[in-house]
Structure formats: C-alpha cells, structure tokens
C-alpha cells in the first residue's frame, strides 16, 4: 500500500501556472506508476497523466499534452501546469498503481489499477 498526500492547488487566473505535489511513502515504490487525475463538478473523474517510478516513462491526456508536466524528484511527483484554463478547474487526485498493470504507457491512463488515492487538491481557473 502506499500512502500519497497532494498539495499545491489553489485559485489562479487563466494564462497562469501552478506545480501540484504528491509525496509518497510505502514499501517498493520503484514498482509503482504515480497518475494524477480530475474530477470536476458533475462530470467523471478524468485522467491527466502518469509517470513510471523506474524508468521514468510518461503519459498524458490529450487535453493537457504541451501544458503540464509530469516528474518526479525522490519520493515527490509534481504536475507543473502551465497555460491554465477555466476547464481545467477540478479537485486534482494523485493515485498509484502496481507497474506490471500496465503493457504500454497509454494503458498507465485506464483509472481500474490505481488502488491507492490520496485526498485531492482543489484548482480553480478563473477566466
């Protein structure tokens, strides 16, 4: 199991950036993916991107491809987004997930293998 708490959402005008945190503990995180998903007000939670623990492969979303990024610095994963739209406002959830679930870096975007969530970060874009 691995325990993830996120921080760094807030209120920010469209154009404008911010970096999410997620800071992970647990036993054999090199076997895991870190993802960051969204949930906005009345619509599915949404995947935004991944990251591979070892080896460091990604994958995003179409819709945040160019504008955010994924990375990870020892136990943190960061989300830095950039070019902020009113749409991308939506609690921001990091999750993670056995590696071997996934085949392909496309397939680190289907939500079933993420076992373990943390509480989520609220961003909100301002047009």
């Known amino acids: 199991q691995v325990q993830l708490v996120e921080s760094g959402g807030g209120l920010v005008q469209a154009g404008g950036s911010l970096r999410l945190s997620c800071v992970a503990s647990g036993r054999s995180l090199s076997t895991y993916t870190l993802g960051w998903f969204r949930q906005a007000p009345g619509k599915e939670r949404e995947f935004v991107a991944a990251?591979?623990?070892?080896?460091?492969s990604t994958y995003y979303a179409d819709a945040v491809k160019g504008r955010f990024t994924i990375s990870r610095v020892q136990s943190t994963v960061y989300l830095q987004m950039n070019n902020l739209e009113p749409e991308d406002t939506a609690v921001y959830y990091c999750?993670?997930?056995?590696?071997?679930?996934?085949?392909?870096?496309?397939?680190?975007?289907?939500?079933?293998?993420?076992?373990?969530w943390g509480q989520g970060t609220q961003v909100t874009v301002s047009s």
């Open positions: 990251i591979a623990w070892s080896g460091g």
């Open positions: 999750a993670a997930a056995w590696s071997l679930y996934f085949t392909t870096s496309q397939a680190m975007s289907e939500m079933g293998p993420y076992d373990d």
